[in-house]
């Protein structure tokens, strides 16, 4: 499990940031993005991916959360 | 020489590599690379943030050095104790050139050296006893101080002592905030670890102490992030701010105090200069307390003018008008310096490589006056600084990450270009070979080069090198061929 943040930019679109390492990247893909459900699994742009459990939208950005590591493109 | 293409530049850096045994010219290819615009994402061509190979020439630093030396030292009022033995903090002392108003040793600290000088007893009983000892002492020589940081050297990591429980202690009996920072050199790959470890312990000991406050603010109020004052370069800025129309509220932090820093969080807009060492600290303030951040750039008028629009583009409307005036204002003062410099300058060509953010930051300002960066590199950059400065260099130029000794001067040798911007370490080698040297880090003890008084200075500072006539004296009288003796006596300095 790993701190992440995930910021919303002024078009709307998500970005990910993991403060560990100093990564920052565009979150490409997200797997639940509707107004009951927001999270599961997301895809960035470098082609890693993590999971953030399911849960309702975060009421404003950002926001600092827990993520699993599925795959880390390193 | 200029304008190399794609595959010129390939081949030199494949040239440059010949040298390395197998293994560490495998690793170093990683670092070294030809930009390409059309490129999003910095990674597929270049690494950063990694490990120094031993046995190269690195310039980097420590995480002692991001701390204390960059983060924390310019804050005037607070003492800022270099805890272990008494080099790292004596050799640092006062190098950086943070400028700021206040009489020294009396209500500000900035250029003074505080060491707990461990002794061989230090390292075998522990220190927590004379870092309790120096806290006092200090609280009682320097009763004006505002606050002390204790800057962990090296040792203090390796033997375990308890330093945030001494810091506790200590801060209830003077009554005043001791902040421990965990920031050993042997930390990270380089001071980049060290920006981030001095600004997580401003996060948790420093930022929330005046949360809930009463604070008299306006609508216009803002922060600057990461300008360390360097020659008084946050003093340059911070006027273009207020003259359109902004209230800074806090300097982060060159001449910056701790009450500043506490009442950051306070703001509107959070403008950060230095992305690399403060974004931390940003991103902190942007969640918890919802404050937007904004990265400007001040070198140059080009970027001066599109900063400025782009800070006003978060306020009303009288900040906007103010933004075109201050502009405005500049405006013929700046043509008046790129009228004096460009003949002199048009074409020149220029290598960079500095720290944090001034190898993409100042690419604006040389364009301005008509010259042209045809390689730049950081020390300690990760990967999201290469993303923003790949989209500023040219196509085909040079990039190098971490560059070695060896490197950056086989670099140098082949593209020769008229300046290299660089730091102490580098300046007389390249005199040497008789090429100009601006020092990028200090400005070469000038300065200010942000804001648009820093540009008139910045232009003065770079004709300065490139004109002087001793480049043409390297050679002596008799080695000299009798043409060049002609050709060396045609150039009057106008």
Known sequence: MANIMVRKDAAGAYSFYLPKRDLEDAIVAMEFDSSEKWGGEIKLNNGGAYYIEPQLPPARFPISLRAKRLDAAE | ?494
């Open chain 2, 1 to 494: 020489m200029s304008a190399l293409t794609r595959e010129e530049t390939e081949a030199l850096i494949q040239e440059v590599l010949e040298v390395y045994p197998e293994k560490a010219k495998k690793d170093r290819a990683k670092h070294l690379a030809v930009n390409d615009q059309a490129e999003e994402q910095s990674k597929k061509c270049i690494t950063s943030n990694r490990k120094s190979l031993p046995g190269v020439m690195t310039i980097r630093g420590c995480a002692y050095a991001g701390s204390k030396g960059v983060v924390w030292g310019p804050i005037k009022d607070m003492i800022h104790i270099s805890h272990g033995p008494v080099g790292c903090g004596q050799y640092s002392r006062a190098g950086r050139r943070n400028y700021y108003v206040g009489t020294t040793g009396v209500d500000t600290f900035g250029t003074m050296n505080f060491t707990s000088d461990f002794q061989e007893k230090d390292i075998v009983f522990g220190g927590d006893k004379k870092l309790a000892k120096l806290i006092n002492e200090v609280e009682l020589l320097f009763p004006l101080h505002k606050g002390i940081s204790v800057q962990s050297e090296c040792p203090i990591g390796l033997i375990g002592d308890d330093i945030e429980a001494v810091s506790k202690k200590g801060a209830k009996e003077i009554e005043k905030p001791i902040v421990p920072v965990r920031c050993e050199g042997f930390r990270g790959v380089s001071q980049s670890l060290g920006h981030h470890i001095a600004n997580d312990a401003i996060r948790d000991w420093v930022l929330d102490k005046r949360d809930g406050q009463a604070f008299e603010s306006t609508p216009y109020d803002v922060s600057i992030i990461g300008d360390y004052n360097i020659g008084g370069d946050a003093w340059a800025s911070r006027i273009l701010l207020e003259e359109m129309g902004l209230r800074v509220v806090a300097q982060w932090s060159g001449d910056g105090t701790l009450a500043e820093m506490e009442n950051t969080p306070k703001v509107k807009l959070n403008l950060l200069h230095c992305y690399r060492s403060m974004n931390y600290i940003s991103r902190h303030m942007e969640e918890k307390y919802g404050i937007p951040w904004l990265e400007y750039n001040f070198f140059g008028p080009t970027k001066i003018a599109e900063s400025l629009r782009a800070i006003a583009a978060h306020f009303d409307d009288t900040i906007k008008a103010g933004a075109e005036r201050v502009i405005a204002k500049y405006q013929p003062m700046m043509e008046a310096v790129i009228a004096k410099y460009k003949p002199r300058l048009q074409g020149k060509t220029v290598m960079l490589y500095v720290g944090g953010l001034r190898p993409r930051h100042v690419i604006g300002a040389y364009e301005d006056l008509g010259m042209e960066v045809i390689g730049t590199g950081y020390e300690f950059a990760h990967n999201d600084d290469y993303d923003r400065t790949m989209k500023e260099m040219g196509n085909a130029t040079l990039l190098y990450d971490d560059v070695t000794g060896f490197e950056l001067e086989e670099f140098v040798k082949k593209l020769k270009p008229d300046l290299v911007g660089s730091g102490i370490k580098e300046k007389y080698v390249f005199q040497k070979m008789g090429i100009p040297l601006r020092q990028m880090h200090s400005w070469d003890y000038s300065g200010p080069y942000h804001g648009y008084d820093g540009f008139a200075i910045f232009a003065r500072d770079m004709d300065m090198a490139i004109s002087n006539p001793c480049w043409s004296k390297l050679v002596p009288p008799w080695k000299q061929q009798p043409e060049v003796v002609e050709a060396a006596e045609l150039p009057k300095a106008a």
